[in-house]
């Protein structure tokens, strides 16, 4: 990497899980990372534990669905840390049911902070990008943008951030900036175990039932998806943009 432009990274949904791998992939990397999330509490103490191994990082609170929270959040990442030119929009929640079960409240959140929160942040931080003429952003898909029963929500929301990383990419190319999403398929996180426990299923059981549908015959791992991101957002892969790679063991789409 080099010292011009700044390398700085925002993480969103970086208190657990796939952002907390990323996040802390980024930071071995040499980026100065900010980890975003609405557990302030939770992105502090990673930050400060990728500072305690010799990487800069900031814990940042942020509601990636209230545009005055995001643009505060951005705004304080620019100062303590420098003008951020990567966007990781991993933020996202579940509130799976059935259609004829589905509450508006259910659709809502989940395209609140999927959409949305994607939306917002890329508006506030794509103007760093644009100034230093490069940028990177990813957005956080899934394989359920194919299509999952009982997640009309978040399948719908997947799907939609598939069409906004094609647009940003045409929009934002000729300034340096690409825009890629990566569509993870079965990940061991808090996510999936809460998942299991919906079901009543053991989480080993659930992940050894997963791991026998899919070719490579093992469940993925947070840092399955910070390395794919770690590639995207480096300067080796600037020709790469406007695409969808599905992280998940086999092929998809």
């Given at each position: 990497?080099?010292?011009?432009p ?47 191994d ?13 545009s ?9 990442v ?24 589905m ?12 959409l ?7 508006r506030?931080?794509?103007k ?58 079965f ?26 549908e899919?070719p ?19 300067d ?18």
């Amino acid at each position: 990497m080099t010292d011009s432009p700044s390398r700085v990274a925002i993480v969103t949904g970086a208190g657990r899980g796939i952002g907390s791998a990323i996040a802390t992939r980024l930071a071995s990397d040499g980026f100065a990372v900010a980890l975003a999330d609405l557990d302030e509490t939770a992105v502090k103490t990673a930050a400060e534990a990728i500072t305690a191994d010799g990487g800069r990082a900031l814990g940042v609170g942020v509601d990636v669905g209230d545009s005055d929270s995001v643009d505060a959040a951005v705004a304080t990442v620019a100062e303590e840390l420098g003008a951020p030119t990567v966007l990781v929009n991993n933020a996202g929640i579940t509130r799976d049911n059935l259609l004829f079960k589905m509450t508006d409240s259910d659709w809502d959140s989940v395209m609140n902070v999927h959409l949305r929160g994607s939306f917002l942040m890329s508006r506030a931080a794509q103007k760093h990008m644009t100034q230093q003429n490069w940028g990177r952003i990813v957005n956080l898909s899934s394989t359920s943008a194919l299509g999952n029963r009982g997640q009309a929500n978040y399948a719908t929301a997947k799907a939609g951030l598939q069409g906004f990383t094609k647009t940003l990419a045409i929009e934002l190319g000729k300034f340096g900036v690409t825009v890629n999403a990566i569509a993870p398929g079965f990940i061991e996180t808090d996510m999936t175990a809460a998942t299991a426990e919906r079901l009543g299923v053991p989480f080993e059981k659930f992940k050894e039932a997963a791991a026998a549908e899919i070719p490579v015959r093992r469940v993925g791992k947070p840092s399955d998806i910070a390395n794919v991101v770690s590639f995207l957002v480096s300067d080796e892969a600037s020709f790469v943009s406007g695409q969808v790679i599905y992280v998940a063991g086999g092929p998809k789409a």
